[in-house]
C-alpha cells in the first residue's frame, strides 16, 4: 500500500513538472508519513543524502564533467572532427560518418550525452548545413549520436550504476567499448542509406574535402593528436593500473587545461571562473538527484521492493530472454519520463536481483540499462539532447523527434543485438 501511494505520488510530481531531485527526496520521507512504523523518517533521510556524496568514486562526476566543459571551450570537438573528416569526407556519407565518430570520441572525453550533443553539435550542424544537408538530418544524427557519450568510457551514468550495484567501475567503462562501435557502426549504415538515397551536394563536399587535404595528413593528425590523446590517457591509467578512475578524473581535468590553455590556446586563464561556474551549475543540481537517489534507494531496500518485485516478475517471467525483454521495455520507458542518473539509482536496486536470479552478468546488465536510457535522451517528453539541439538550431522538438526515428530504430536494432549476444559486452571484461 505505501509503495503504491509513493509511485503515484512520484508520477504526479513528475507530471507537473517538479524538479527531479525534489520528487525524488519528497517520495524517500514519505514511507514514515504514511506509515508510521517504518523506521525511516526525515531525519534519517537527510543523514542517507548526507552520507550518499560521501563517495571517493562519486567524485569523479564533477571532475569528469569539469574536464569535459574545459573540453568544449578550448575546441576538441573541431580538431577531432577535422581529423575524422580527412580519412572519410570523399565517400558517401563521408560528414555524417565524421560527426557519428566525433561523438563517439568526445564521448570518451566528456562522459555525459547532453555535453557530447552540444559541443558538437554546436559546430557540426551549421557546417553540416553549409554543405547542403538537410538542417532536421543533420541536428536529429547529433542528438542521436550525443547518446554514445553515455556508452563509450568514461560515462557518468556508468559511475552511478557502480555505486549502486558494487560492480567494478573499470569493467563497466570496459564493457562499454565494443557496444558503443556498435551503435555508432548502426547510425552511419543508416546516415550511407539515407545519403544514398537522396544525394549529396557533391560540389560544396570536394571544395571543403579539398581544403582540408590540401593541409596534408600531418598537419591535420598532429593538430587532432592532442584531442585523441585525451581518451587514451584517461582510460590507459585506469586500465593500466595506474589511477583509479577517481584519480583518472582528476588526470582528465589537467590534461584538458593543459591542451585547451597551452597547446590549442583556444581558452585563457581569465575564462577558467567562467568555465568553474558552468561547471558548477551543470553538476551541482546532479549531485543533488543522486544524493535524492540514494535515499530513496534505502526506502526501497528497507520496504523489501526488490523482493517483493522480484517474486512478482519470476512467478509470471521465468526465461532469461523474458526478463531481458522486461528490463528493456523498463528502462525504455524510464528513459522517456527521467534523466540516465536517478534511473539508474532508483532502478538498479530493484532490477539487479532479477537479473542475477536468471543468471545475467551485472556489467552485462548495467551497460544494457545504460543503452537504453541513452534512446531516452531522443525520445519524448524528457529527451534532454532534443531540447539542447532545438535550442541551438531552433528547430521545434518534436521535428527533430519524427526526424530521429529511424535513427532511434537503427540505436534499438544494435541494442537487441548489446541485450541478446552478452559476449558483445563481457568480451574485453573476460
Same mark, same amino acid.
Given at each position: ?9 512520484? *508520477? *504526479? ?49 564533477? /571532475? ?5 566543459? @574545459? ?46 550533443? $552540444?559541443? +558538437? ?18 541536428? %536529429? ?6 547518446? /554514445?557519450?553515455?556508452? @563509450? ?17 573499470? !569493467? ?5 567499448? /565494443? ?8 547510425? =552511419?549504415?543508416?546516415?550511407?542509406? *539515407? ?6 551536394? #557533391?560540389? #560544396?563536399?570536394?571544395?571543403?574535402? #579539398? ?18 590523446? $585525451?581518451?587514451?590517457? *584517461? /582510460?590507459?591509467? @585506469? ?11 582528476? =588526470? ?10 597551452? =597547446? ?19 553538476? $551541482? ?37 523474458? +526478463? ?14 527521467? !534523466? ?13 536481483? =532479477?537479473?542475477?536470479?536468471?543468471? @545475467? ?12 536510457l541513452a534512446v531516452g535522451f531522443v525520445t519524448p517528453p524528457v ?5 539542447? %539541439? ?11 523527434? #519524427? ?6 530504430i537503427a540505436f534499438f536494432l544494435a541494442l537487441m543485438l548489446i ?12
Amino acid at each position: 500500500m505505501v509503495v503504491g501511494v509513493i509511485v503515484l505520488l512520484f *508520477v *504526479v510530481a513528475l507530471m507537473v513538472g517538479t524538479p527531479m531531485g525534489v520528487a525524488i527526496a519528497g517520495c524517500s520521507i514519505l514511507p514514515n508519513l504514511f506509515a508510521p512504523s517504518v523506521p525511516y523518517n526525515v531525519d534519517s533521510a537527510m543523514r542517507s543524502m548526507v552520507g550518499g556524496l560521501d563517495s571517493f568514486v562519486l567524485l569523479a562526476i564533477p /571532475l569528469f564533467m569539469f574536464s569535459g566543459v @574545459i573540453m568544449a571551450r578550448g575546441g576538441i570537438s573541431e580538431k577531432l572532427f577535422n581529423l575524422f573528416a580527412y580519412f572519410c569526407g570523399n565517400l558517401t556519407s563521408g560528414f555524417p560518418t565524421a560527426v557519428i565518430i566525433t561523438c563517439l570520441f568526445y564521448g570518451a572525453i566528456s562522459g555525459s550525452g547532453p555535453a557530447t550533443t $552540444a559541443a +558538437v553539435g554546436a559546430m557540426t550542424i551549421p557546417f553540416m548545413t553549409k554543405l547542403g544537408y538537410n538542417p532536421v538530418f543533420s541536428t %536529429s544524427l547529433v542528438a542521436v549520436a550525443g547518446g /554514445l557519450g553515455v556508452i @563509450i568510457p568514461p560515462s557518468i551514468p556508468v559511475i552511478s550504476y557502480s555505486t549502486i550495484s558494487g560492480a567494478s567501475v573499470a !569493467d563497466l567503462f570496459v564493457a562499454g567499448i /565494443l557496444p558503443g562501435f556498435l551503435v555508432a557502426l548502426f547510425l =552511419i549504415a543508416y546516415s550511407f542509406m *539515407v545519403c544514398k538515397r537522396n544525394g549529396e551536394d #557533391k560540389e #560544396k563536399l570536394r571544395a571543403y574535402y #579539398k581544403e582540408v587535404h590540401d593541409r596534408g595528413w600531418k598537419n591535420v593528425l598532429m593538430d587532432g593528436f592532442w584531442a585523441l590523446l $585525451a581518451p587514451v590517457i *584517461v /582510460l590507459g591509467s @585506469i586500465y593500466g593500473g595506474i589511477a583509479t578512475p577517481t584519480e583518472a578524473a582528476a =588526470i582528465s581535468v589537467y590534461y584538458a587545461l593543459f591542451v585547451s590553455v597551452f =597547446i590549442y590556446k583556444n581558452l585563457r586563464w581569465k575564462e577558467l571562473l567562467e568555465v568553474l561556474q558552468e561547471s558548477v551549475r551543470t553538476y $551541482a543540481s546532479l549531485l543533488f538527484v543522486i544524493s535524492s537517489a540514494v535515499a530513496l534507494s534505502r526506502v526501497i531496500t528497507l520496504l523489501q521492493v526488490s523482493v517483493v518485485v522480484e517474486q512478482a516478475v519470476l512467478a509470471k517471467v521465468s526465461s532469461k530472454i523474458g +526478463v531481458l525483454l522486461l528490463i528493456n521495455v523498463i528502462m525504455l520507458f524510464a528513459g522517456m519520463i527521467m !534523466d540516465a542518473v536517478p534511473a539508474l539509482m532508483i532502478f538498479t536496486p530493484i532490477l539487479l536481483p =532479477i537479473a542475477t536470479s536468471v543468471g @545475467i552478468d551485472p556489467i552485462h546488465l548495467g551497460i544494457i540499462m545504460i543503452a537504453n536510457l541513452a534512446v531516452g535522451f531522443v525520445t519524448p517528453p524528457v529527451g534532454i539532447n532534443l531540447y539542447v %539541439s532545438s535550442n541551438m538550431t531552433g528547430i521545434p522538438v518534436l521535428r527533430i523527434a #519524427k526526424s530521429a526515428v529511424p535513427f532511434i530504430i537503427a540505436f534499438f536494432l544494435a541494442l537487441m543485438l548489446i541485450t541478446f549476444v552478452p559476449e558483445i559486452s563481457l568480451m574485453l571484461v573476460k
